[in-house]
């Protein structure tokens, strides 16, 4: 941004010297050398212009590219986020199921709650599974731009 700060400073110090040479002159004069230094003053002009402009694309450029990456970093977090409360709904229910069963044994032995405590931890179990499944996704879409980028660099 500062580039185009100094650019655009630029452009105006050459205007303003154009304005005051002719100012400086008379209205009839037709100098020669005014008129050259006029021509080479709008050409320099048009070049600082057009790098202004290519300066600003890649900037609109940069910023799309990095608007993108930040929402898709949210979606994947919003993904992990559910995958881990899921979890933690299954830690508890295997939790409440284990007491039951605690329960149970100190009072003799229900096969339907070992039953339901081996479902729940399997459960559990399959849920932990998808959350880092989910975390590995993340890390992973995180690296891949990195490694593509090195890749290009050293290619």
Same mark, same amino acid.
Request: proline content about 1%; overall charge negative; charged content about 30%.
């Given at each position: ?59 609109? /450029? &940069?910023?799309? =590219?990095?608007?993108?990456?930040? *929402?898709?970093?949210? @979606?994947? #977090?919003? %993904?992990?986020?559910? +995958? ?21 044994? /100190? &009072?003799?032995? =229900?096969?339907?709650?070992?039953? *339901?405590?081996?479902? @729940?931890? #399997?459960? %559990?179990?399959?849920? +932990? ?27």
């Amino acid at each position: 941004m500062s580039d185009i700060s100094t650019l655009e400073g630029r452009i105006t110090t050459a205007l303003d010297r154009i304005r005051r040479s002719i100012e400086s002159q008379s209205s009839g004069d037709s100098d020669a050398g005014l008129h050259a230094a006029l021509q080479s003053e709008r050409a320099a002009n048009a070049e600082l212009v057009e790098r202004v402009r290519a300066l600003k694309d890649r900037q609109d /450029t &940069q910023v799309a =590219s990095l608007t993108e990456r930040v *929402e898709k970093q949210r @979606a994947q #977090l919003a %993904a992990y986020d559910a +995958q881990l409360q899921t979890l933690r709904a299954s830690n508890a229910q295997m939790r409440e199921l284990n007491t039951k069963l605690r329960d149970a044994v /100190t &009072q003799g032995l =229900s096969p339907e709650l070992v039953n *339901e405590a081996v479902a @729940a931890e #399997l459960k %559990a179990l399959q849920d +932990q599974r998808n959350a880092e499944a989910t975390e590995i996704d993340a890390i992973l879409s995180e690296l891949k731009p990195l490694v593509e980028e090195t890749s290009h660099a050293a290619g």
